[in-house]
């Protein structure tokens, strides 16, 4: 895990520079606070963890971004607190813990709208620009669950046109059972404890992709761990077979062609001198709706407002060339929506269709409030990552986040989002103790092959 924390503190540092305006520090000193601040937030993690369920850990943790009012503390624990955030479904929430502006810069492309470009749905175009290709490399805001769903959805379209490998970050290889299985548990990664990570891989898997993990083993950050995930893919896919076709799910800057990387070279720029290869890079981090009193960029305002889009959308000029924000860096940028919150969660969730909402009520936590419901596949066992998570308290619709997951009594309800099939639903409360659990089976007509 602490590569991937120590890779927090070189983001954090870049939005806290361009959301504190009032910050007195110098840059040195206020890179040393991050590091004491790290250590903190580290200290502060591994004691969460000792706690008993999720609930109890997530709680343990807002409880402590709530006591400590320390500039550095909270922008770099925000991190933690936002990744808990879309662990237990709080995907609305999570950005007022942590969130990176998105400043206009001088390497920015020209505005899509400046003329020449048409607007396309992101997964039709992008599944024609992926014919033909080696590899498909695609970005996430990690604590953006958004911005896993266009990659989820294509997966069955990229499946269909020959690509037989996924490898997502911090997907431990460690995890050997993780193919048979047929779907993640906690042991499989990191991000995979958040559903909508978590469904991704599971789709994978059920379309008859090679699931890849190639995160470092090693410690190290920088260049060091660029190489060694780079090392990695190469070495556990086109070395083992020269004919594969991979789709990778990565993090942020990890996928760009051209630049400095943390000092060094990116994941793909290391890739691509491996194996020779040019991938497809997706930009999907960077034009997306920011909360208020953060910063969108101009040009991502000036395209939703314009054109109201209701699905991710991207840009072609008349050749069908794809308009890309850094286009030295990445070949195509994905624009997000405005997002549509349903009884306080975002529509999005519905995966283009896959899936519909399905209410669940308070009434079967038995008064025992913050409630944390969890809805797995029939078929899976008791320690799958659930297809969909749901905090219920009586305080669920508080705009503050040191109001969400208060000790309380009430009625409550809210929505999560399965595919159609069979589940087992499930309540606990924060001392892990099992409230209640039912079979329910959620109608409609199966999508595509990858729902179990």
């Not at 519905?350 to 936590?365: D, F, H, I, P, T």
């Amino acid at each position: 895990m602490r590569f991937a924390l120590a890779l927090g503190i070189a983001l954090s540092a870049s939005a806290a520079f361009a959301a504190e305006k009032e910050q007195p520090l110098s840059p040195y000193e206020w890179q040393q606070a991050q590091k004491v601040a790290f250590e903190q937030s580290e200290k502060v993690y591994n004691e969460a963890l000792k706690r008993n369920g999720l609930l109890a850990q997530f709680k343990a943790m807002r409880d402590a971004y709530r006591s400590d009012a320390n500039r550095a503390f909270r922008v770099v624990f925000g991190q933690y607190m936002s990744w808990y955030q879309t662990f237990v479904g709080d995907s609305a929430g999570v950005h007022v813990a942590y969130s990176i502006r998105q400043l206009p810069a001088h390497d920015d492309n020209s505005s899509p709208l400046s003329g020449g470009y048409s607007a396309k749905n992101a997964v039709d175009a992008i599944a024609e620009l992926a014919k033909g290709r080696k590899a498909i490399f695609f970005n996430e805001a990690h604590n953006v669950p958004l911005t896993r769903t266009v990659t989820l959805q294509l997966l069955s379209r990229l499946r269909a046109e020959g690509y037989n490998y996924f490898a997502a970050e911090t997907v431990y290889a460690s995890d050997t059972e993780l193919q048979s299985r047929g779907y993640p548990v906690a042991k499989s990664g990191f991000y995979t404890m958040e559903p909508i990570s978590a469904e991704m891989v599971r789709t994978a898997i059920r379309l008859g992709y090679k699931v890849i993990g190639y995160e470092t083993e090693d410690e190290g950050n920088g260049d060091v761990r660029e190489y060694d995930q780079a090392k990695n893919l190469y070495e556990r896919v086109f070395k083992q077979d020269p004919n594969a076709r991979v789709v990778v799910n990565a993090g942020y800057a990890h996928i760009q062609e051209n630049g400095k990387y943390l000092g060094g070279s990116s994941m793909a720029q290391h890739f691509r001198k491996l194996s020779g290869i040019d991938p497809l890079t997706i930009e999907q981090t960077m034009m997306i709706e920011h909360p208020p009193g953060t910063e969108d960029h101009p040009y991502y305002r000036a395209v939703v407002d314009s054109l109201k889009p209701t699905t991710p959308i991207v840009f072609e000029d008349k050749n069908g060339k794809p308009w890309s924000l850094k286009a030295k860096a990445y070949d195509v940028s994905v624009i997000f929506p405005l997002e549509q919150l349903r009884d306080d969660r975002p529509t999005w969730l519905e995966l283009g269709g896959l899936r519909k909402s399905y209410s669940v009520n308070g009434s079967a936590c038995q008064a025992d409030f913050p409630c944390l419901i969890e809805a797995r596949y029939a078929s899976e066992s008791d320690n799958a990552i659930p297809a969909d998570r749901v905090v219920l308290n009586p305080t669920e619709k508080a705009d503050r986040l040191e109001d969400r997951l208060v000790k309380g009594h009430g009625e409550a309800r809210a929505d999560i989002y399965l595919r159609p099939g069979k589940y087992r639903i499930s309540g606990t409360d924060e001392a892990n103790r099992v409230l209640f659990r039912q079979d329910v089976t959620v109608a409609g007509t199966v999508p595509n092959a990858s729902t179990p």
